[in-house]
Each structure stands twice: as structure tokens, then as C-alpha cells.
């Protein structure tokens, strides 16, 4: 099917000149599976991104973790797509579930948001999941699909798009999905991609699952057959990154 392995890290509000040197030099050293297995984007905030980008391999990619909805001017605070490309950042993340519960970004906003980056040549991971509340509630796939709706009413090229599936209960919490969790949300989130854009898309698009991922539990859901990768939080930071990174491996070897 060629969904090449991604591996995301996604740094989060964290990270001080001399924390990220630290971190970029390690995954600089590390020893790696080739570009060929895996696809490896970084994520660092919005002011270490040159830092980031001039120092890192040249193997790795950077993301930012946001970028306003259109196009740039009197919207203080915010940074545009344009200005991404500018700098030469490809990629971004956009509707991480701290986002939607923390500033409000709708499921429409975020929409908006993917179709506006993905016009200015950004490639974007687009983030989705569900809360506990709504999972306790069996509601779990009408959210992730209603999630998915407002991106797929808003775009018609999934080339440049990954699909980060990330339950908000798992995020952060230690309380990762289990395999069969994960498994079961991808392969809901690949036939909704079958059934209401086409076949191609939904068997071309990746959908990388995030919540609690660290060096331990990455192998057995990485064996899973729709887990096509991680969005790394926590561990993202730490050495233990290079073991996800290494999970792409358990693919080749399927
Ligand atoms: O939100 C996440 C990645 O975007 C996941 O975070 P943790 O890996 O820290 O749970």
C-alpha cells in the first residue's frame, strides 16, 4: 500500500536554546532506519523552529505547531502559513486536542485551517480524537468522523495530509490505548475515508495514532495494521525517541 512509516514529536510549549541543542544533537547521533522506512518530523515551538531547522539532520523534518487560519496581517500573536513557507518549514500541526479544548478551535476552524495551509503548499498533521466522556458515551467514532468531515468538506488532495488520531483521555495521562484500541478507531477512520472521499485516498492517507507513546508500548501498536506511525508527546523530548522512531522496523518486517 506504500504508507511509508511517520514518526512526529511534538514538543509542546516546552524546551529552552540550551534543552533543544541538547535534544537536537541527540537524534543527530542516533542510528537510524532510512529515509525509505520512515518519515521523521520534529515539532518544536514557533521560536526554536530555525534553531531546529539549521542544526537538525537533514533525514528530519520540522513542523510548526500552528499557523493562522488565512492569510496573514492584523491578527497579533499569530504566525501565518505564509510565513511557514518562508522559512522553509513544511509542515505543520493543526487541531491538536489542546488547541480544541483550551482555545476553542471548532472542528470548522480547524477545517479552515487545514485547507488554508495545505493551499500555501504546507503539509499538515491534522489532529483528531475523542474525550473520555465521549468514549464512556460509545460515541467515539461520530466524533472522530464528524472531526474528519469538517476537513474532507474542505480540501480535495490528501496527499500532503496525515491523520493523527489522539483520544484526548490518553494524552499525557500514561494511559495509553491499548493495540486493539488504536487499531479498531484506524480501521473505523480508514473505511470513513473509503466510503465518503474514495478508496484511494483511504488507502494511501496515514493515520499515525498519539496519546502516551513512549519506547515500551510503540512496537505492538506500530504491528498494528492501520497504525501507520506516532505523534510523540512526552517522550518526544527524551532519548527514548529514537526507540519510536526505530518501531518503524516491526512494518518493514510484516
Ligand atoms: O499530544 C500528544 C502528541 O501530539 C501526545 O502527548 P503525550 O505523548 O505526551 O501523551
Known sequence: MGRK???????????????????????????????????????????????????????????????????????TGEVSAEMLVNLDIPWVILGHSERRALLGESNEFVGDKVAYALGQGLKVIACIGET???????STVDVVAAQTKAIAERISDWTNVVLAYEPVWAIGTGK??????????????????????????????????GGSVNGGNCKELAAQPDVDGFLVGGASLKPEFIDIIKSAEVKKSA
Do not use: M
Open 176 to 209: 495509553v490505548a491499548t493495540p486493539a484500541q488504536a487499531q479498531e478507531v484506524h480501521f473505523e477512520l480508514r473505511k470513513w475515508l473509503q466510503t465518503n472521499v474514495n478508496p484511494q485516498v483511504a488507502a494511501s492517507t496515514r493515520i499515525i495514532y
Open 132 to 138: 473520555l466522556e465521549q468514549r464512556e458515551a460509545g
Open 5 to 75: 512509516f511517520f514518526v512526529g514529536g511534538n514538543w509542546k510549549c516546552n524546551g529552552t536554546t540550551e534543552e533543544v541543542k541538547k535534544i537536537v544533537s541527540t537524534l543527530n547521533a542516533a542510528e537510524l532506519p532510512s529515509e525509505d522506512v520512515v518519515e521523521v518530523v520534529v515539532s518544536p515551538p514557533f521560536v526554536f523552529l530555525p534553531l531546529v531547522k539549521s542544526s537538525l539532520r537533514a533525514d528530519f523534518h520540522v513542523a510548526a505547531q500552528n499557523c493562522w487560519v488565512k492569510k496573514g496581517g492584523a491578527y
